[in-house]
């Protein structure tokens, strides 16, 4: 290929992590990195525990999923104590060699030469397979970029825990051949202070350089299936419902809005449980919000269910909102953020700290509350929404910056510098 990044001893990439389906960050960003590594003439292949791409380049193995029952019971038992029984060390390292085997079988299968362990080494959703990941980069010296999303010491539900000595060990692992890559600039400083590993900070990515695909008709009812009327303002939440996203946020600013309005919610709970969203949804009812579960609707990719209903994409629900709320307290960095600016929506955003520091500094033109919705928020969002001059102006200024900053050309730099490291520099 005319990239220069094929080299002898590089061919196939293998990417790993509990799952590879839906619409969360990891899977999301991961896609981004599969369409660049393509551009650059390697083949892509995929070992996970939920899966949804081809059958033709991926192994599902399903004791790699958290959400297996093995390994659900294992997580009960190693978060909220202090101490683990015999039993359980025996369950994690006979799941650990059951899981080293597959990977075993999918490196010699696909022929691997890199890996590419997605938050795999870097959350403990499956202690077994961060563990099993481990042993065999140590066992091999295959090379490995590990790619860490959110790291566990950033949740406060894996601080108190019986596991320090597998956190210590493989959460992530220090190993020689492994390039560590961040999202963030706080990551790359606390994984250094805490395991003197160095890291390079690639950002999470949009394809700037190809606009939005225009309408196409698929989607002009969206509005009319999730029941938001003609003359009712979009709310988009695009995220899963747990506490960090701070959806009470949103909540509050469409009931203080004055306008008829309505809150669609694109994602479910996800892995922490249904609390946090019966609280959302108890506080809605208390301010006579109206808010719209969409996930049953929304996929990564249009389809249809199995009664014949539509199935639409983040794209259908983007294209068709007025205004994005991204409340969050707290974010590795931030797709809905990205995605907002692609699609030239006006977005509320939390001051959270990787938004603070790596970038709000950019210059984006935002609606921004510090943890809480005030009188100027208000009055704020209505201006925007109301002045399609100045919103304009702000969507254009906004997507012109991010294509500067987060668009695949970032990405295509960074990845052929950690591939450089790790094989040395391509023949001529």
Known sequence: MSNGILRENLHNVGFVSTRFAGTDGVSLETQKWSSVLEEMGLERYYLAGEIDTSEDNSMLVELASFKHPDIV?????????????????????????QLKDALYDFIQKYDIQLLIAENSLTIPLNIPLGIALTEIISETGIKTIAHHHDFF?????????????????????????????????????????????????VPNVMDYETPPRPPDGYAENIRTELGIADDEIFILQPTRIVQRKGIEHAIKLTSRLGEKAKLVISHDSGDEGHDYEDRVLAYARSLDVDVILAADKINHERGSTTDGRKIYDLHDLYRYADLITFPSSFEGFGNAFLESLYYKKPLLVNNYSVYYFDIRTKGFRTIEIDDFITDETVAYTRKVLSDQNMREKMVEHNYDLAKRYFSYKILRVKLRAAIRNLFGEAAD
């Open 73 to 97: 019971d294992i997580n009960q038992q190693c978060f909220g104590v202090s101490s683990r029984p015999r039993t359980l060390t025996q369950k994690i390292h006979r799941i650990k060699m």
């Open 153 to 201: 010491w950033e949740r406060k539900r894996f601080l108190v825990n019986a596991i320090w000595d597998y956190l210590n060990m493989a959460f992530p692992p220090h190993l020689n051949g492994m390039q560590h890559v961040v999202i963030n600039s706080s990551g790359g400083n606390q994984l250094a202070l805490r395991t003197g590993a160095s890291s390079m900070l």
